[in-house]
């Protein structure tokens, strides 16, 4: 049974940090590119960091880059993505998704909250 389970949201005043992690199960977790999407209430989930499988390229939203590092620890079947000085408008569910190689199946997990509010 596959399974992504986010954690690690909350409430958070701006300028502050949260570190979200993915824990992943139920497929070959190395195989698999990583990525964050967030959804703002009223919006479209859009991307905002990806990573491949032996982590050594990311991607990132403009809006994020130099903010939100994303890595991974394929011993632990985990993907994090350390939010640092976080604006109001990253208030959103964040969540994340794996993606097999050359087109195969899609994964996503159910989200996490992110609340940036003073």
């Known amino acids: 049974q596959v399974q992504l389970v986010e954690s690690g949201g909350g409430l958070v005043q701006p300028g502050g940090s949260l570190r979200l992690s993915c824990a992943a199960s139920?497929?070959?977790?190395?195989?698999?590119?990583m990525s964050w999407y967030r959804q703002a209430p009223g919006k479209e989930r859009e991307l905002v960091a990806a990573i491949i499988s032996g982590g050594g390229r990311t991607n990132y939203a403009d809006s994020v880059k130099g903010r939100f590092p994303i890595s991974r620890d394929n011993a632990k079947n985990t993907v994090y993505l350390e939010m640092n000085s976080l604006k109001p408008k990253g208030t959103a569910v964040y969540y994340c998704?794996?993606?097999?190689?050359?087109?195969?199946?899609?994964?996503w997990g159910r989200g996490t909250q992110v609340t940036v509010s003073s």
């Open positions: 139920g497929f070959t977790f190395s195989i698999y590119a």
């Open positions: 998704k794996a993606a097999a190689p050359f087109g195969g199946r899609r994964y």
